[in-house]
Structure formats: structure tokens, C-alpha cells
């Protein structure tokens, strides 16, 4: 039933990197676009990061643009996001999304995993 499973969070300091997995079943790694979003405590959920498999095309929040990088393993049915230099303001639950067309807000996803806790210490 699980068709995307977030993997890869947890507490690092300030500067450190980490690398979120997500995982998809056969079908959803199908779909066109794949997408990361964040939510901090008290705040909107918001974009990070999306791939158009079919175009190669790509867009990064200015917030983690030469910081993030988002790839693929087509062998395994799943993503990753390379976090490198991370800041205490990259806190958040990290979600990965499944759509149909590159896009930066919510709405465009219609295939969620259960999100992975990141925490930046200053």
C-alpha cells in the first residue's frame, strides 16, 4: 500500500551532509515527476526540489540551490537528495512526491511519502 518510503534524516551539526532515499514501488517510480518538500514546525509545507524524468528537466529552491542535488537509481526505485553544508534553517520533516509535471507547489503531487525528520544544530 506504502508507495513511497522516506528514509536518511537525522540530527547532524551545522556544515554536515546527509542523503534522504526515498523509495517507490514499480508503479510510482513510473510517474513522471518526483519532487522534495520540507515542513518546520509551525510553517507551510514548501518546495526544495523536483525532476522531470522524461525531460531531464530540473528545478532547486534558491534556498538549497548548489547545496541540494536530487538523483536517481532506476535499478532500486529510488531517489536521493544530496544534502550538503547544511543550516540550522534546513530543519523540517522531509517528503518526497510523486506527479505528473515539474512544479513547486503541493497541489501538482498527488503521491506522498511519510516524511524523514532533519535537524541542523547551529
Known amino acids: 500500500q506504502v508507495q513511497l518510503v522516506e528514509s536518511g534524516g537525522g540530527l547532524v551539526q551545522a556544515g554536515a551532509s546527509l542523503r534522504l532515499s526515498c523509495a517507490a514501488s514499480?508503479?510510482?517510480?513510473?510517474?513522471?515527476?518526483m519532487g522534495w518538500f520540507r515542513q518546520a514546525p509551525g510553517k507551510e509545507r514548501e518546495f526544495v526540489a523536483a525532476?522531470?524524468?522524461?525531460?531531464?528537466?530540473?528545478y532547486y529552491a534558491d534556498s538549497v540551490k548548489a547545496r541540494f542535488t536530487f538523483s536517481r537509481d532506476d535499478a532500486k526505485n529510488t531517489v536521493y537528495l544530496q544534502m550538503n553544508s547544511l543550516k540550522p534553517e534546513d530543519t523540517a520533516v522531509y517528503y518526497c512526491?510523486?506527479?505528473?509535471?515539474?512544479?513547486?507547489?503541493?497541489?501538482?503531487?498527488?503521491?506522498w511519502g511519510q516524511g524523514t525528520q532533519v535537524t541542523v544544530s547551529s
Open positions: 525532476i522531470n524524468w522524461r525531460s531531464d528537466g530540473a
Open positions: 512526491a510523486a506527479g505528473w509535471s515539474l512544479a513547486t507547489t503541493p497541489r501538482h503531487y498527488d503521491t
Open positions: 514499480e508503479r510510482t517510480f513510473r510517474r513522471s515527476v
